[in-house]
């Protein structure tokens, strides 16, 4: 039986860059989203180890939590009722689709197969109560 996966990434979440282009016409993954996912992937891999589990090969559901830093400059009442998730204060930057391909992308070949088994994704832009970071869990189906 297969567990479900749970893992964090503590910081600021980031999205997955643009493909960057060299004068020979090559394409590049920038170098912020390829740690960014190297974050991601030691996570998942961890997490995995605990389980003692190797990559999945059914269909899955992913859900993801970024939680983001309050811009230091706001006024305390602005703070507060973004903390509390009031006010409709939620976050702009990174878009969340890229959030999503980030983590997509770093979990692939450890949590499952590939990300084509992925048939469900649920994800969440907040600020953090606390510390920004990315909470992310997949469901396996059995």
């Known amino acids: 039986m297969i567990q479900d996966l749970n893992f964090?990434?503590?910081?600021?979440?980031?999205g997955k860059g643009r493909p960057r282009f060299?004068?020979?016409g090559r394409t590049y993954t920038?170098?912020?989203?390829?740690?960014?996912?190297?974050?991601?992937?030691?996570?998942?891999?961890?997490?995995?180890r605990e389980l003692n589990q190797q990559p999945a090969q059914l269909p899955c559901?992913?859900?993801?939590?970024?939680?983001?830093?309050i811009p230091k400059s706001w006024a305390k009442y602005k703070k507060e009722a973004a903390q509390a998730n009031k006010g409709?204060?939620?976050?702009?930057?990174?878009?969340?689709?890229?959030?999503?391909?980030a983590v997509l992308d770093g979990c692939n070949g450890i949590a499952?197969?590939?990300?084509?088994l992925v048939?469900?994704?649920?994800?969440?832009?907040?600020?953090?109560a606390t510390f920004p970071a990315l909470y992310v869990t997949v469901i396996f189906d059995e």
């Open 22 to 24: 060299t004068r020979q």
């Open 88 to 101: 409709g204060y939620k976050p702009g930057k990174p878009d969340i689709d890229n959030i999503a391909k």
């Open 112 to 116: 499952y197969e590939d990300d084509s």
């Open 30 to 48: 920038p170098s912020r989203t390829k740690d960014y996912e190297d974050l991601i992937r030691s996570a998942a891999r961890e997490a995995m």
């Open 119 to 128: 048939y469900r994704l649920e994800i969440e832009k907040s600020y953090a």
């Open 61 to 69: 559901t992913v859900k993801i939590l970024a939680e983001f830093e």
């Open 8 to 14: 964090t990434v503590p910081g600021q979440p980031i």
